[in-house]
T-cell receptor, first 114, second 118 residues
Framework: KQEVTQIPAALSVPEGENLVLNCSFT??????LQWFRQDPGKGLTSLLLIQSSQREQTSGRLNASLDKSSGRSTLYIAASQPGDSATYLC?????????????FGKGTLLTVNP | NAGVTQTPKFRVLKTGQSMTLLCAQD?????MYWYRQDPGMGLRLIHY???????AKGEVPDGYNVSRLKKQNFLLGLESAAPSQTSVYFC?????????????????FGPGTRLTVT
């Protein structure tokens, strides 16, 4: 059974700092990995999607990497801003007959202080 | 994602009452999902559908029923609500984009329904 762990559970940083959020998964047979952002009381917004054959994806100040063989992904946020404060969720999609299913980590709550 | 909408946004039920949550998509995606999100538990899959007229159980299906009579809509029903079903419910769909290098599966979520059962 796939398990996804996100470390740390919470992170507080001053504005302007570069930061890394970590995600690990137990089964490396994945189709892809997706990073989401969730603001309080809101739904999930897709940030980045990395296919299993890719090593990284970038969108603006966000960069996500994937090391499938070691079961790890990182989300790098450059020059953090207070507007980046949210919960960040990592999710992996199974491969083959499990590709309908997305397994989520419990998230990292990020607070960026002005 | 403006393409997935949920009705209602909030609801309070008494134990034993029933209700239906509606999810609608303005895309033509085959796969749709219902999740619940609870503090400390993360997102858990209740039921999903791989196309019109089909449904399947997820991780936590007990106490819920679903229907997918039309491709655009996925309904989640609670026949006899219990306090343990107090949660935030999210609907999602799955986009399968075909590229020359293969298929890209990306999931999109609705805004959620906050349900309280007293």
């Amino acid at each position: 059974k796939q398990e996804v762990t996100q470390i740390p559970a919470a992170l507080s940083v001053p504005e302007g700092e570069n930061l890394v959020l970590n995600c690990s998964f137990t089964d490396s047979a994945i189709y892809n990995l997706q990073w989401f952002r969730q603001d309080p009381g809101k739904g999930l917004t897709s940030l980045l999607l990395i296919q299993s054959s890719q090593r990284e994806q970038t969108s603006g100040r966000l960069n996500a990497s994937l090391d499938k063989s070691s079961g790890r992904s990182t989300l790098y946020i450059a020059a953090s801003q207070p507007g980046d404060s949210a919960t960040y969720l990592c999710a992996v999609r199974g491969s083959g007959g499990s590709n309908y299913k997305l397994t989520f980590g419990k998230g990292t709550l990020l607070t960026v202080n002005p | 994602n403006a393409g997935v909408t949920q009705t209602p946004k909030f609801r309070v039920l008494k134990t034993g009452q029933s209700m239906t949550l509606l999810c609608a998509q303005d895309m033509n995606h085959e796969y749709m999902y219902w999740y619940r999100q609870d503090p400390g538990m993360g997102l858990r899959l209740i039921h999903y559908s791989v196309g019109e007229g089909t449904t399947a159980k997820g991780e936590v299906p007990d106490g819920y029923n679903v229907s997918r009579l039309k491709k655009q809509n996925f309904l989640l029903g609670l026949e006899s609500a219990a306090p343990s079903q107090t949660s935030v419910y999210f609907c999602a769909n799955l986009s399968k984009t075909v590229w020359t290098s293969g298929r890209e599966y990306e999931q999109y979520f609705g805004p959620g329904t906050r349900l309280t059962v007293t």
